[in-house]
């Protein structure tokens, strides 16, 4: 049973999902691919809330924009330091 | 490996997996179609039976509780698990590491933001079960707000609000709590974790039962699990800065 169809700004926002992650993987400085990542990150959040699914918004907002850049970026710290 | 080598291996493979995506591609159901009866039956019954509003939560803590009960747990031992291999005993403390933030603007505006982050992520925990949320959402955002402490003021001034002496503790009492009202239905007669307390008013703080309980429980736990989290990577982070 079909409940729902892709409506524009679904499409807008998968297409937008499909630059920022193709633009993910082209960035080659790690540090700025966090700052690209995270923007990606939030992008999926808009995902979620136009695919009406808010709870899954919700937590996707913080991992991806404060703990997932805060763990990698303490990484890289780490590994250069030594 | 030579630059050829690479591509000798690269095209066949890009090939195979580019053919399986297609073909996977071309058997997913079309967009909207549901095929499973539980998301009807539960939108259906939810509500009425358990007075929660947010059938998500709903689902998540009282129809599943068992298998968030797990999922808790995975995140307790992998955090766990990051302890046992940064926490060092007796380490050298960065005590005397002067970070504190210079600029007054973003010290007072960053606390004051502090506050209103932290608000949001209560609210977010209590009405888990009326509006979109639950302690799983709350419980990251509690965490992520007490970092903004030592983002816009100082190591000392985090230290002081997620020290792992008071952390640890409530990171047990969370994941325990779980357990403990699961408990408490088996002693009531009922099977483990079912709801009890009766399911109160739909859409005011008092509905949804002991769900509501395990609510904060895991509220709680999902917080300091990551305050823990946050805590070992940033001294990670500091203990090589306060040495130089």
Known sequence: MIIATL?????VTLTLVAVAATAVVLTRDVQRQILVNGFYGFLLVVLCVVLAAPDVALS?????SVGYPLVVLIAIARSRSK | MSRRVRIAVFLPALAVFAALLAWSLLAIPRFGDYRGPYGYVLNRVATPERHMTNVVTAVVFDYRGFDTMGEEFILFIAVMGVVLLLREKGRERPGD??????SDAVRIGGSLAVGVAVLISLWLIAFGFITPGGGFQGGVALASSVVLVFLVASWRAWKGVANEAYVDPFEGLGAGGYVVIGLAALIGG????????GPGVAGTLSSGGSAVFVNWAVGMEVAAANLV???EFLEEYVVPLARS
């Not at chain 1, 409506?7 to 499409?11: D, E, K, T």
């Open chain 2, 229 to 231: 989290l946050f805590g």
């Open chain 2, 190 to 197: 009922l099977p483990f974790l079912t709801n009890f307390f």
């Open chain 1, 60 to 64: 996707m907002l913080v991992v991806s």
């Open chain 1, 7 to 11: 409506v524009p700004l679904q499409v």
């Open chain 2, 97 to 102: 590491l002067t970070d504190a933030i210079g």
